[in-house]
């Protein structure tokens, strides 16, 4: 599944380098069944043990002084200015994800800490898309993001095209990372994220940022 070399130091986390941890729509209606929008992702994010492989991570990134950036989809109430453009963007207004509602609160079992940064956005699809990210990470000095959260399907792929677009080295720890189903998740990690991205694991990245 992976494409870099075990025990070696993961692409973008060279000397030189520093890397920020994006945590994408780590919310309660994508991933807690308490409040579940989208039953089959929330299973996958329970079987794939993405909430605690994201908190090891996040907990990592934090001990290194390295940012840990939380990305939420927080539509105006009434999906006010939200295109219903496509099956999917139209599919969502059906939803109890609008601002204020419990569906799009971070779930508090990977809940932000203090010096972490929260991103929102009020349109679109993507991490970078209408939201103030990519000035943020420059700011900072990043020049690798770390993609992680849900969903495989969408947010994650076309922010990780984005990123790549945007000269960031991209790298994907998958087991931090869901699909709607597994055979999703593998086909695209596999197919296409391997092409546009470095697929790993958060036990290599961790490793990595030891090693930095």
Not at 35 to 48: G, I, K, W
Not at 57 to 83: E, I
Not at 155 to 161: M, N, Q, V, W, Y
């Amino acid at each position: 599944m992976t494409n870099g070399t075990p025990g070696s130091v993961v692409r973008g986390f060279e000397p030189g380098k520093r890397a920020a941890l994006l945590i994408s729509e780590m919310q309660n209606g994508m991933t807690n069944p308490e409040f579940t929008t989208n039953a089959p992702l929330v299973e996958q994010v329970a079987a794939r043990g993405v909430v605690d492989n994201i908190n090891g991570l996040a907990t990592a990134f934090r001990a290194a002084g390295l940012p840990v950036v939380y990305n939420v989809v927080t539509p105006f109430a009434g999906f006010t200015g939200w295109a219903k453009n496509s099956l999917l963007t139209a599919s969502i207004t059906k939803r109890p994800l609008t601002e204020g509602q419990p569906a799009v609160e971070i779930n508090p079992a990977v809940a932000p800490q203090e010096g972490d940064l929260i991103v929102s956005r009020h349109i679109g699809m993507t991490m970078f898309h209408g939201t103030e990210l990519e000035g943020l990470l420059r700011n900072l000095g990043v020049s690798t993001i770390v993609i992680t959260g849900v969903s495989l399907n969408v947010a994650l792929l076309g922010s990780a095209i984005e990123g790549m677009n945007r000269g960031f080295d991209v790298v994907v720890p998958a087991d931090a990372t869901a699909a709607a189903t597994a055979e999703v998740g593998d086909f695209l990690l596999e197919n296409i994220y391997r092409l546009i991205s470095t697929v790993t694991t958060t036990a290599d990245v961790r490793a990595s940022l030891a090693e930095a």
